[in-house]
């Protein structure tokens, strides 16, 4: 291949739910992309370790406020809304969805099986990457995004990261999910479960059972309850009910101990629940292939998100996202987690400069990496805001392009907003129509 081949618009590192979303919100405004995943296959966490809710992208009134890509990836939700219903999703269908929507792009290239290992940076400015994998070379782009979920690239820039909670930098407690299938859901109270009230029903039955084995010493895992979710065809259930410790995603050792530990658990609590009478010919269909990590780095922007401005629901002149997620921290010491809903009117901003890293001038956050607090990070963390994120700095980074700009602090917010509202996202403050000639390649898109 030559060389010409190597040089796009935007590169973005990470195929999870942020650098996908960043990668379609680019690629649809004709920007040249590379997507770049380590993996085998996109998908990220929210598919490869199961996940499963659709976790709050609402207001307090039921409106949404993340209705851009998110609402092409999980077009039921939107659709068939009703809060008697789990809201939950196959990460099997999830991962053909993000397979389709990549593939109807034309501008957008991706490989897989490719990882950034080597980021060269020249006042103050990146110059190219280094990738290895299924093709080992060096890919250079005008703008790169960072949609590791753990600032990977950010770090590898030597830009400066947060890692933990303030104190003892401790991270949130990381979970093996897994599915159990074959339930003779006529055995339980509450048959029916994807309703929330027969899931709440089911997970009492089944506490019994696993609190018995504790008490036994049969665990090390330290919930005090049981969390599990319907799949969509309500057949099936995911439990997302382990906890695992002091796992690190810098420090690869912590995360090959912890997936042992997650698989561990996982195990032990699918033969305690097989005792409850509708499990007793369930199967453990699997266990989530990637541990799932809930946090790992924060790398240092221009504004850090805090634990206030997501409880007092705060607006940002400069806002290009919003989230409706509570605070949600499994605590690093184990047991109970701290959850703290958003107040009335049950959503806060997020602002762009979160999504500036401090020390570069072509590169945007895209990911759980943003800039905030580890506090703040358990709220904005889910698919609903990383999506949001996601789509707002593929089109920050597709203006940077278009406008022939070299810092991305000088895009300007109002014309982010222009655009994402344009293509059908929430978006409240000031938007400004981007002023460019009739022949100009997006004239026809945006006028
Ligand atoms: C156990 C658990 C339960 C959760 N439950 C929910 C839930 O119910 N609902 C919800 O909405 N959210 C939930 N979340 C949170 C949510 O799933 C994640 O925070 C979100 O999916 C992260 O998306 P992302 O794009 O930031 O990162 P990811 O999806 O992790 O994607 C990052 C990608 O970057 C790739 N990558 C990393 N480094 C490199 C490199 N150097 N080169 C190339 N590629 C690289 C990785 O392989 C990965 O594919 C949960 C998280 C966990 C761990």
Redesign the pocket.
Known sequence: MNKESFDFDIII????????SAALAAARLQMRVLL????GE????????S?????NFRDSRGKPITSGIHRELFPAAYTHYNEKLVPTYDEQELKAAYEGLLASEPTLTLWTD????QVDMKNGRIVRLH?QGSRTTAVTAKIYLD????G??SA?AGLEYKLGREGDGKLQS??A?FKVSGIDCSRLKEPDIRQWSAIHSLRRELLPYYLDMKAAGLTGNTRQSITC?PYPDGKALLF?STSVLDVDPTRPETVIRGKEEGIRQAQELFEAIKQHPAFHHAQLEYIAPKL???EGRRIVGEYELTAEDCLQSRRFDDMVAACA?SLDIHSPDGGASRLESIPEPGYYHIPYRSLIPKGCTNLLL????ISGTHEAHSSY????S?SAI?EASGTAAALYVFQGLQNVRKVQTSHIRFLLQLRGQFIEGEVERIPMPASSAWAEEIN
Request: hydrophobic share 45%; proline share 0%; glycine share 16%.
């Open positions: 590192a990470g195929a999870g739910v942020g650098g996908i770049i995943e380590q993996a996109v998908g990220g966490t929210g598919v490869f370790s996940v499963s809710l659709i976790c490719c990882k950034v290992f990738i949609a590791t979920a753990d990977n690239l590898l990381a979970t999910t979710f997302n799932g990590i809930r997620y895209s990911s759980r990496c963390r889910i698919m609903a990383v996601g």
